[in-house]
């Protein structure tokens, strides 16, 4: 299973060969950074914290501090991760991975999922798609209000009767979108269609198919200052005597 945690940025659209249109939500994932690897012993689950974002490390409290000693972004101690998720985990994963975008492909299908955009307290008219009543003939200010809520035998309201509330902000997941482009440099996916959530929110990309794989870091060996020293040093000394015997020769 393959997973990466993005934020969603806006849509726009893009060409395919023989010139068709295709609409395309631009998102910006990763890099991301493992924080915990739970196992089936230890926590009851097999699964894998992931963290994306940056935030600074003193705006944790003492427990996330804690939990993400040692987790830094770009290097910087200064910063870590501002997100956090779990996803079920099939890999080979250990705490301190860092991987990217690159772990998806051009043409492949996943499955995005998010929060929808909030639309606050609403109406049955438009949370439910109640067509609402009469506008006249006795019905005065009834017309959008959703009427007889309860059985006259039962005396109570049935649960999960349609009625007003809170609309959207719920977990929306949409599956089979195409990766239409793919941009390792920029950390940007381009998925065909729309996706649920906000600009600027958070989204959670992941297939069945395929492995996470982490990023190779090379590791890059420096000379330090006093090796370079000594190593002036020896070439002083060899001249040196090769002016001396080079003198001896010619005396």
């Known amino acids: ?34 924080t915990k690897v739970n196992t089936l ?28 000693k040692g987790v830094s972004v770009d290097g910087n101690s200064n910063n870590t991760v501002r997100y ?13 991975d860092v991987f990217t975008v690159s772990i998806f492909a051009k043409g492949e299908k996943v499955q ?3 929060n929808s955009k909030g639309r606050g307290f609403q109406g049955v008219v438009k949370r439910h798609g109640f067509h609402g009543s009469l506008a006249s003939h006795g019905h005065k200010d009834q017309l ?14 049935f649960k999960g009767t349609r009625m007003a509330g809170h609309m959207g902000d719920e977990r929306i997941t949409v599956k089979n979108l195409e990766i239409m482009e793919l941009n390792p440099e920029s950390n940007e996916i381009w ?21 996470v794989v982490p990023q190779v870091v090379e ?26 015997k080079a003198d001896k020769e010619s005396n």
């Open 144 to 157: 959008r209000m959703p009427g007889s809520i309860g059985a006259g035998g039962v005396q109570h309201v």
């Open 1 to 34: 299973m393959k997973f990466i945690i993005g934020k969603k940025l806006d849509m726009t659209q893009v060409f395919r060969e023989d010139g068709t249109v295709v609409p395309v939500t631009r998102i910006q994932a990763g890099p991301c950074t493992v």
């Open 191 to 211: 998925v065909k269609g729309a996706i649920p959530g906000a600009r600027n929110g958070v989204v959670y990309i992941f297939s069945h198919d395929g492995e």
């Open 112 to 114: 995005v999922s998010g």
């Open 41 to 68: 012993e230890k926590d009851g689950v097999k699964s894998v914290q992931v963290g994306f974002g940056t935030q600074k490390v003193f705006r944790l409290s003492k427990p996330e501090k804690g939990h993400l």
């Open 219 to 244: 590791e890059i060996v420096e000379v330090t200052p006093e090796v370079e020293v000594k190593e002036e040093i020896k070439v002083e000394e060899n001249t040196a005597t090769e002016e001396v």
């Open 84 to 96: 956090l998720h779990n996803f079920n985990n099939d890999n080979d994963l250990k705490r301190g």
